[in-house]
């Protein structure tokens, strides 16, 4: 009277159907006990509830045997075995033990996997069972002490029987003996499962695939984009030199027809007004007067037009350039182009004896040029030219104290600069102003005395 509690029934079968699961060869079971008077009550009922398993298995208990003899014989099972752990707290030599010590001693020797019935043996070596859960049973027992300490008659509070066992494996004892963990059945519970590579650090492999996805099409990407850059390049290095051959070509084109037309200047012109002046000259002795200074008038012209001719068929082509050299000819042509209003200065440092003809007409239009452009635009009052040797080549200054220009708008809209450039890039010089408003102009030309396209050699 005035009693309740927990029936929690002992399910020894469970983990026999677990352990068949789990190997299908399984033919004998060695049940291990002590000698101790619980320890036989666990035999008895364990023999009940294993009727259910014979003959399909053969159970052989291993009761009350000394320590060093159970050893022995769990050491050498035969196959298809499994060895059913129910509790030792003492052995068949008298000697007590811990039930949980004494499954780790039997799991270091034995030849077979362990399977037990309660949950504290899990860790000690046990593959599993169906393991009554002591944490669970612990809770239930407690709820039912806490209806009574709340005033609940114990008669008025059902006794209750709730199934406490959970089925469990350890995932180090399936890899110990060679277990499928596909044989593990549904629901049953895996303990201390070492996580793979896989699941620690998924999701870092998954972003660093996409990472490395991402970067393989970026590289990708990149290298169909060079290819097509390195393509255009050498499609526009081609144009390039097609275009600068067709330059140089048009350059020395345009050097010919002015050779040309000086010559007809000169050859023609020049002497067909060499003989008017001398008419003229003759046809103002023989009449007099008026007409006579008419005759003096016109031989005047004539010789004016003369020497525009001889300037023009000179500044086309300079004959002498070939014959005096180039600093003779720069010489000349700053005495030339000099104005009363500007100075024009012109010196020379190591400049070698004998330059190329094509490098020597090319540095010699360069100046002309730009003393050219100083003289319609600078405003300057001074303009300085120097040549100098420099290794490997020559190196040409023109500098000017003028109102200067903004290099980058005026660049294109003339064909000066264009034409300095073109005659420089086609010897293989280099060309560089610089120039802002208010500050002067600087014109600074390098050309390399390598190969000559031009074999031909020009004194200086």
């Given at each position: 009277a005035n009693s309740t509690g927990v029936v929690a029934r002992t399910d020894l079968g469970g983990t026999v159907a677990l352990a068949s699961a789990l190997q299908p060869q399984l033919q004998r079971v060695f049940v291990v006990n002590g000698s101790d008077t619980s320890d036989l009550l666990s035999e008895q009922l364990a023999r009940e509830q294993f009727r259910q398993f014979e003959p399909r298995l053969t159970f052989a208990y291993l009761t009350g045997l000394p320590t060093e003899e159970l050893e022995r014989r769990v050491a050498a099972l035969p196959s298809h075995s499994i060895v059913y752990y129910l509790v030792v707290n003492r052995d068949g030599a008298g000697q007590n033990f811990h039930p949980l010590e004494y499954i780790d001693r039997l799991s270091k020797v034995t030849s077979a996997p362990i399977y037990s019935w309660v949950d504290s043996a899990m860790d000690h070596g046990i593959v599993g069972g169906s393991l009554k859960d002591q944490d669970a049973q612990t809770v239930v027992v407690a709820q039912l002490a806490l209806q009574v300490l709340r005033g609940a008659r114990a008669d008025d509070i059902p006794v209750s029987s709730p199934d406490l066992h959970v089925p469990q494996v350890d995932w180090r004892q399936l890899r110990r003996w060679g277990i499928s963990e596909a044989r593990v059945p549904p629901g049953t519970l895996v303990r201390f499962q070492e996580l793979s590579v896989w699941d620690r650090y998924k999701v870092y492999i998954l972003v660093a695939l996409a990472a490395l996805v991402a970067q393989t099409g970026l590289i990708t990407g990149l290298l169909v984009q060079q290819a097509r850059r390195q393509r255009a390049e050498q499609a526009l290095q081609t144009s390039y030199e097609r275009i600068r051959d067709l330059g140089g070509r048009l350059l020395k084109a345009q050097e010919t027809e002015r050779s040309r037309i000086a010559r007809e200047l000169h050859d023609d012109i020049s002497q067909q007004m060499a003989l008017l002046q001398i008419d003229l000259e003759l046809l103002g002795g023989a009449v007099q007067g008026h007409a006579g200074e008419l005759a003096g008038e016109a031989l005047n012209r004539a010789q004016g037009v003369a020497r525009s001719v001889h300037d023009l068929s000179h500044r086309l082509h300079p004959a002498k350039l070939r014959l005096i050299g180039l600093v003779s000819a720069l010489h000349g042509l700053q005495r030339e182009l000099s104005r009363a209003e500007?100075?024009?200065?012109?010196?020379?440092?190591?400049?070698?004896?004998?330059?190329?003809?094509?490098?020597?007409l090319c540095?010699?239009?360069?100046?002309?040029?730009?003393?050219?452009?100083?003289?319609?635009?600078?405003?300057?009052?001074?303009?300085?030219?120097?040549?100098?040797?420099?290794?490997?080549?020559?190196?040409l200054t023109v500098a000017d104290d003028g109102v200067g220009f903004d290099v980058g708008a005026s660049w294109g809209k003339g064909l000066g600069l264009v034409s300095m450039g073109e005659r420089l890039e086609a010897i293989g010089g280099t060309f560089e102003i610089h120039s802002t408003p208010g500050a002067g102009t600087r014109l600074e030309a390098t050309v390399p005395l390598g190969v000559s396209e031009d074999p031909e050699i020009v004194a200086v």
């Open positions: 500007i100075a024009i200065s012109f010196t020379h440092d190591n400049v070698p004896t004998s330059l190329p003809a094509d490098l020597t540095l010699f239009r360069v100046v002309q040029e730009a003393l050219q452009n100083a003289l319609k635009y600078s405003g300057a009052k001074r303009v300085l030219v120097h040549l100098r040797g420099v290794p490997g080549g020559l190196a």
